[in-house]
């Protein structure tokens, strides 16, 4: 489509849960979602919790199995490979957590934490490993003296910073970013915020960057892509889906800031998808009967 | 302050205990099985604590059935562990129909009481110490894989462990270098009280008279002393030091446990898994 390379396109993307053994209830947690990131852009996801948006996340990098759908990323369809390939495949994408403290082996040392993804492929000698820690380390704003600490002797944005350095040790072509500074205070937000879009220009990473805070998602977004119960209700250039909310649903978060509040379990009705409708170049919408 | 004593108690009488079953050929007067002199002798600077029925000397006795007692434990302990914690990781981690399956097994195998089981095994095959000893780890590990396995599911969803997936890890390598050392603790405060609960269990076998009658150990010493009316004839020291001598180290691995229970409890919630 209009000559683009697409660095991620993901089709039709299906993730339900299914839980009890006599009585098996199912829950679709992403119900059929399709976009595209292109090079070095960063999409961002917007919805309440427990709209989907942390299995759609895992599901894009098969954390979670979809049950059906397509993912190709830059060109290799990641969904078809088998898991032995797929491992070899994971370096180029990679994913942060909200919490980070929880994200590092507590037993492990910030050397350990960092050189880890190295070692497991084999990326150079120990002396290469050794130095590339260090250069990590350094690039994501920490210094030597953290090198031999452990997760609970780091603060949060400290902690941030090494799952960074961790992760861009594999110099990923895609990241997902699950809220990785909703946890954190607001100074420390936005340090952790630059750093991320900082480094994402430098490694030239496309990302996902998914959040509920929309002042982060305004600065960080190049597009941005709202999600409910499972579906993309509205997709397209940040300001023009913010500033200009077409579906209702948007135009409520948009309003007011979006309540933490949980999705009940329901029983399970799928209704067919309404379409997507053009509204402006780039903006999608789906169809409301309202 | 207290607790940091109790912990050193214990420890030094548990490292005692192992000191006195490497050196029982040094530190015995007396051949345990060796007739020393007039049976039934009253302690005297000879016998520190007097012969039996047979004429043994029952201070050398005491010494040697050290060894046993703390083999059966040990034993018995690290089969637990070893078993409880492969099992507990491969279950926990791959969950599914596998955990299921383990599950649902032992669920079965839980409702075995383990002594009555080892009095009808040991009475019928007669095993020596060490048959007997992974006997009873193997009947103990089940408990030890429920153990482990619950900590493991926790931490089979921890964000670590999916990180590390995501850098493209296999599963083996995050059971050996995540799951596993984050679990230690556990196993081994699981050590320990196994180590406690099977030296009981060796006791109570020996007691019974079905324990390996060419081991000399504390059971059947206590057995002996009270068939031979030790208790009527007032024959404390034939009696008691078998008896104190269990209830010693039982108290202390018990105190152990514990005090390690206490120490990775908050460390576990800090670790929020």
Known sequence: MHGV???????????????????????RAVDGVSFQVEEDETLGLVGESGCGKTTLGRSILRLIEPDEGRVVVNGTDITALSR????????????????????????????????????????????????????????????????????????????????????LALRPEF?????????LDVSVQAQILNLIRDLGQEYHMSCLYISHDLGVIRAISN?????????????????DVLDRPSHPYTRRLV???????????????????????????????????? | MAKRTVLAASIGIILAYCAVALLAPVIAPYDPHAITGAPLCPPDPEHLLGTNDLAQDIFSRLIWGTRATLLLGFIGAAVTVVIGTAVGIVSGYYGGMVDE??????????????????????????????????????????????????????????DFVTGTKALGAGDGYI????????????????????AQHFMLIGIGLGFLG??????????QMINRASQNGAMILGLWWWLIPPGLAVTLISLALAWLGYACEDEINPRLRLMRV
């Not at chain 1, 990241?175 to 946890?183: F, L, N």
């Not at chain 1, 979006?258 to 170049?281: D, I, K, N």
């Open chain 1, 5 to 27: 390379c697409f660095m991620i396109e993901v089709n039709n993307i299906r993730t339900s849960f299914s839980t009890g053994f006599i009585r098996r209830r199912v829950v």
């Open chain 1, 84 to 167: 032995s390939d797929l491992r070899r495949f994971r370096p180029r994408m990679q994913m942060i957590f909200q919490d980070a403290y929880a994200s590092l082996n507590p037993r492990m040392r910030v050397r350990e934490s960092v050189a880890e993804p190295l070692k497991i492929h084999r990326m150079g000698d120990r002396a290469a490993i050794d130095r590339r820690v260090r250069e990590l380390v350094e690039e994501v704003g920490l210094n030597e003296e953290h090198l031999n600490r452990r997760p609970y002797e780091l603060s949060g944005g400290q902690n941030q910073r090494v799952v960074l350095a961790r992760v």
């Open chain 1, 175 to 183: 990241i997902v970013a699950d809220e990785p500074t909703s946890a």
């Open chain 1, 223 to 239: 597009r941005v892509a709202v999600m409910l119960e499972g579906r993309i209700v509205e997709i397209g250039k940040t300001a």
């Open chain 1, 255 to 290: 309003a007011v800031p979006v309540r933490e509040t949980p999705e009940p379990l329901e029983s399970p009705v799928f209704p067919a998808a309404p379409a997507m409708v053009e509204e402006r170049p780039g903006h999608w919408v789906e169809e409301t009967t309202a």
């Open chain 2, 101 to 158: 399956a383990v599950m649902r097994l032992i669920d079965v195998a839980m409702t075995i009481p383990i002594f009555p089981l080892l009095l009808i095994l040991t009475t019928f095959f007669r095993p020596g110490i060490y048959i007997t000893a992974v006997l009873m780890g193997l009947l103990g590990s089940f408990q030890g894989v429920r153990v482990i396995r619950s900590q493991v599911l926790s931490l089979a969803v921890a």
């Open chain 2, 175 to 194: 059971m050996a270098r995540h799951i596993l050392p984050n679990v230690l603790p556990l196993a081994g405060v699981k050590f320990v009280i196994s």
């Open chain 2, 210 to 219: 079905i324990g390996d009658p060419s081991v000399v150990d504390w059971g």
